[in-house]
């Protein structure tokens, strides 16, 4: 191959080089903790709350606080959710399965003022996973749903309109799989 080959070699991949840093830049956008596994369920999600983003850390708070009294659990099989850290608009968690095999870690990060709070929210398994059966998104909506979606809040009750869902391939978005225990086991 010629060296005018090689620059038209590259000249024609200029567009697919730029179109994959754009995606990069943009799956970029919501904050991730990071997995071990180089291959790992994740999904990254916006949500809406009609609340302030004190009201909504709060709650969150308040679910995490409450499996050890008892006044919540995980309906997503009866996780355990752990706090890593606590920012002023943000909080990393850990969640391991109720059957203490799996582990997944979780950010979020809160912007908004007045009665208005945006969660932006990334769930990783720590583990090599694809097919996730919306563990990832349940760990996320269980922090955060409201009455109104079925789920049982701890000390403020808001509505919530999920905005944007990007789960990985192979990782799932079912409301119906968040819910599966009524509960503590």
């Given at each position: 191959?010629?060296?005018a ?24 956008a ?6 071990p ?6 999904i990254?999600?916006s ?8 009201d ?13 009294s ?31 095999k ?5 950010v ?9 709070c ?8 720590q ?13 996320l ?13 701890v ?7 999920e ?11 079912d ?11």
């Open positions: 191959m010629t060296v080959q090689d620059c038209n070699s590259l000249r024609d991949l200029k567009p697919t080089v730029m179109m994959l840093l754009v995606v990069a830049a943009s799956a970029a919501v904050k991730c903790p990071g997995s596994a180089p291959i790992h369920a994740q990254t999600l949500a809406t709350a009609s609340a302030s983003c004190s909504v850390m709060a709650e969150i708070k308040a679910r995490v606080d409450g499996q050890a008892g006044t919540w659990h995980d309906p997503h099989n009866n996780g355990k959710y752990s706090i890593l850290s606590a920012a002023d608009l943000e909080l990393d968690l850990s969640r391991v399965t109720g059957n203490g799996y582990t997944d870690k979780q979020l990060v809160f912007s908004g003022t007045g009665s208005t945006t969660i932006e929210g990334c769930s990783q398994s583990v090599t996973s694809v097919a996730d059966m919306s563990t990832n998104y349940c760990d909506r269980m922090l955060y749903c409201g009455s109104a979606d079925g789920c049982k809040p000390s403020h009750d808001f509505a919530v309109a905005d944007s869902l990007k789960p990985s391939i192979g990782a799932g978005t409301k119906s799989a968040c819910l599966k225990t009524d509960v503590v086991v």
